[in-house]
């Protein structure tokens, strides 16, 4: 079982940045493929970003390429996501989640655990 506590999120004008963090309790974060998801007001959940359990391996969905960066701290059972360049379109609930599988991947039905999010708002 691991329990995830989102922090980080807030209000930033278009341009800004944030970071988020997701801490984890609960035996073997280590072992986890973590990620990032987010929903927005009247749509689906949507992938964002995933690290395999080393941090060795990342994904990102194509739109936040070359803004966003997943990371991990093993040491201190964190996962993290900074965010640059926020656009009005990443507005939304963010979302950490835990996979046990190894594979990383965008699967939101592949992660087994979830954080209650953290709202991230980008103004114009």
């Known amino acids: 079982q691991v329990h995830m506590v989102e922090s980080g999120g807030g209000l930033v004008q278009a341009g800004g940045s944030l970071r988020l963090s997701c801490a984890a309790s609960g035996r073997s974060f280590s072992t986890y493929t973590m990620g990032w998801f987010r929903q927005a007001p009247g749509k689906e959940r949507e992938f964002v970003a995933a690290?395999?359990?080393?941090?060795?391996?990342?994904y990102y969905r194509d739109s936040v390429k070359g803004r966003f960066t997943i990371s991990r701290d093993n040491a201190k059972n964190t996962v993290y996501l900074q965010m640059n360049s926020l656009k009005p379109e990443d507005t939304a609930v963010y979302y950490c989640?835990?996979?046990?599988?190894?594979?990383?991947?965008?699967?939101?039905?592949?992660?087994?655990?979830w954080g209650e999010g953290t709202q991230v708002t980008v103004s114009s």
């Open positions: 989640a835990a996979d046990d599988g190894v594979v990383v991947t965008a699967r939101l039905n592949a992660y087994d655990y």
């Open positions: 690290i395999s359990w080393s941090g060795s391996n990342a």
